[in-house]
């Protein structure tokens, strides 16, 4: 059950890790950190992606700084209360962390799989110089009946695909977790810059239930 449970949530991330660790939170006497990793785009951009990692998985008190590595994972969410609101926080969690001399250019360093149930309406748009995109959040389950949430952006004919989709149905996506900045108008006269993270999705498959229960009753 779990294993069929992780394998609807993956990412493959290579890159430099760029700060110290920073305690985030505890759970049965494993403590968590925080980490930031830098990976290359295949322009001469990078994302820097936020990764959430075990104590027990590697020396939270070392600097790191510098070091390349290949991260295994998932891509998870939780509401961190702030302002009033819930804001919804993204990060790699690592299960496992591979130091690598170098990364070679040709390298994928940054892949993502999604299989999850869409939970809100898809917003369609058109930017001003006509690009088609779509807004996506995914429900992706996790053991012990929790979810994450996915904000997903599709492109082009993938979003004019998934406008069409409706909450509750069943959707697979695959594509790389970027980073964005915006601005956040915080009060009346303040402008906060903020960083998003999303998937940025290359493929996406509608799943229909019937077809799933006919693979597990074969499987």
């Known amino acids: 059950m779990t ?32 980490v ?40 998870r969410s939780y509401n961190r209360h702030e302002e009033r609101k819930n804001r919804l926080v993204l990060s790699v969690f690592a299960r496992e962390i591979i130091f690598v001399e170098e990364i070679e250019e040709s390298a994928r360093t940054n892949q993502i799989f999604l299989d999850g149930y869409i939970c809100k309406p898809p917003i ?3 930017t001003p110089l006509g690009r088609e995109i779509a807004d996506l959040l995914l429900a992706v389950n996790r053991p012990y009946g929790k979810s994450d ?3 997903c952006i ?4 993938n979003a004019r695909f998934a406008s069409g989709f409706e909450v509750g149905e069943r959707c697979s996506v695959w594509g790389r977790i970027q980073s964005r900045e915006y601005m956040k108008k915080v009060d009346d006269e303040q402008v906060e810059k903020r960083v998003a993270y999303e998937v940025s999705v290359s493929k996406l498959e509608l799943s229909r239930e019937e ?9």
């Open 124 to 126: 369609y748009r058109k």
């Open 211 to 219: 077809e799933y229960q006919q693979q597990e009753e074969r499987g």
């Open 36 to 75: 930031d990793v830098k990976v290359q785009r295949l322009s001469d951009s990078y994302d820097i992606i936020p990764m959430m990692v075990s104590e027990r998985l590697i020396d939270v008190s070392a600097d790191y700084r510098g070091y390349q590595v290949e991260v295994n994972g998932q891509f």
């Open 154 to 157: 599709c492109w082009g004919r």
């Open 149 to 151: 949430y996915i904000p």
């Open 3 to 34: 294993d069929k449970v992780i394998e609807n949530n993956q990412v493959t991330m290579m890159g430099e890790i760029v700060s110290g660790f920073t305690y985030s939170h505890e759970i049965f006497g494993e403590g968590f950190y925080m």
